[in-house]
């Protein structure tokens, strides 16, 4: 008989994605350009092999699937993608579905939608790197609700689950799944970075060994903080090197990769006028971190900073608060500018589905998403920052937020994420800003005019000549 289902692609994610399809009892016929890789991959599949049809081409492929088709391409973003969906679509017929599941730039994806035109096309974000892939990831579905209905039974299947749940959820057309993603991984960014950054305090300023820091970082994953992030973190602080018996962490450059998802985010952020400082730091500090023979040099021209924090001065739990409040001001910013994409796209984003779909499977899973998911189904239109339980929350952590960025700038620790998360909060909560200052500035120089507090718009200022 035929396979349900075809994917192309059998990289990590795409071999993962597969032996998960498969193991969850559905028939899969797989291609990848190399054919060692299709007959290795299908020799490794064990007991799922029986379940998995290996091809050599792309017709073979196509003529192993059951109509209408639907094949899943897991090959790398970009060009690929497109000649992919070029050398496939001359041999489906008109009613089959191609999926696009990789990592794809949204605008892409909106591309695709509209070049397939009648031809069945999906882009869907997956999350959860390998392990997410093989056993459970978080899926954002984008492209026509006809399309995806075809294949639900599929995606909501080989989903993580949260308490039977499954974290597959159709986000509307387009690509709206893909930025669906794309934001997840700006979040992932910055929740990475602010994790980073009270590593930094506990090493640099509470000159606390990576094994303490470790145990720091376990003790937070039982309470508010619970996370995949956190989890992996005091897994990463605790691993020794084999080699050189030296905590992992030591051993590690300090310079952070990206490919790019978490930039395309802050472009976008941009283009959609969404304040996302927290994000856009995320993404500073990683580029900021590949120039590390300036940082050498910064350092042997100013010194080293005054780094030792006194005990009194910050403890752990601070600590531990402050990254509350910061992780809080993180998605707030990220659902924020979804909220705005979706007006800006007319895609009716569904704000509480999404915190339900990244509450398992994805790289940002966690505990508080339950919450914020019940906080974004009443409080929908607002900032996630002004529901109320988690308004509790700011109220009663901001203060803490406060004291590790003002003792890290005195002790001359960077915290760029933290310290933007806390200028967002004291912004959202003036009412009256400087913007007026603005305003004024560019009226004089420009004659660009401003509105008056009591009435008027395009006045202008007695700036004389
Ligand atoms: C996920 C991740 C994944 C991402 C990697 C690497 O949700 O599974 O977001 O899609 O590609 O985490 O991202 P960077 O190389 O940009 O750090």
Redesign the pocket.
């Known amino acids: 008989s035929k396979a349900e289902i075809g994917l192309i692609g059998l990289g990590t994610m795409g071999a993962a994605l597969a032996l998960n399809i498969a193991d969850n009892g559905f028939d899969i016929a797989v291609w990848n350009r190399t054919t060692e890789k299709t007959k290795q991959f299908h020799a490794d599949a064990g007991a799922l092999a029986d379940r998995i049809t290996p091809t050599e081409s792309l017709e073979e492929l196509v003529a192993a699937i059951a109509k209408p088709r639907a094949i899943i391409l897991m090959v790398p973003a970009g060009r690929a993608v497109d000649d992919q969906i070029t050398a496939l679509r001359a041999l489906l017929d008109d009613d089959d579905l191609i999926i696009d599941a990789g990592?794809a730039n949204f605008h892409d994806t909106n591309r695709r939608a509209r070049d397939a035109g009648d031809l069945p096309f999906l882009g869907i974000g997956?999350?959860?790197?390998e392990e997410?892939a093989r056993f459970g990831?978080?899926i954002m579905g984008g492209g026509k609700r006809a399309y995806w209905d075809r294949v639900a039974h599929i995606l909501t299947a080989i989903s993580a689950k949260h308490e039977g749940t499954p974290c597959a959820t159709w986000m509307g057309e387009e690509g709206a799944g893909h930025f669906v993603?794309a934001v997840?991984?700006g979040i992932?960014?910055a929740d990475m970075q602010m994790i980073a950054e009270t590593y930094g305090i506990m090493r640099d300023g509470l000159d606390m060994t990576d094994a303490q820091i470790a145990d720091v970082f376990a003790k937070w994953d039982k309470g508010p903080l619970k996370s995949y992030l956190i989890e992996i973190s005091g897994k990463v602080a605790g691993a020794i090197d084999p080699k050189t018996n030296k905590p992992m962490l030591d051993v590690i450059v300090d310079a952070?990769?990206?490919?790019?998802?978490?930039r395309w985010t802050v472009i976008e952020a941009q283009h959609l006028a969404a304040p996302v400082p927290a994000i856009e730091a995320a993404v500073v500090a990683r580029n900021l971190s590949s120039q590390r023979d300036m940082r050498a040099k910064g350092e042997g021209l100013f010194g080293t900073a005054p780094h030792h924090i006194p005990h009194d001065n910050l403890g752990t739990e601070t600590l531990e608060s402050a990254l509350i409040a910061g992780k809080i001001l993180c998605y707030a910013q990220g659902f924020d500018m979804i909220s705005k994409a979706s007006e800006a796209f007319g895609w009716a984003l569904p704000l509480p589905a999404i915190a339900k779909v990244w509450r398992e499977g994805?790289?940002?899973r966690s505990a508080m998403l339950d919450d914020m998911a019940d906080a974004l189904a009443t409080d929908a239109d607002g900032n996630l920052m002004f529901a109320p339980h988690f308004a509790d929350h700011l109220k009663q952590h901001h203060g803490a937020l406060r004291q590790v960025v003002a003792q890290a700038a005195l002790h001359g620790i960077a915290l760029p994420a933290l310290s933007s998360g806390l200028a967002y909060f004291d912004a959202m909560r003036t009412a009256r800003g400087t913007a007026n200052m603005i305003q004024g500035q560019r009226d004089f120089f420009g004659a660009h005019g401003f509105e008056r507090i009591d009435g008027g718009s395009d006045q202008h200022g007695p700036w004389g000549s």
């Open positions: 990592n997956v999350s959860g790197g997410g990831p978080s993603k997840h991984n992932e960014y952070a990769g990206q490919k790019g998802t978490g994805c790289i940002i």
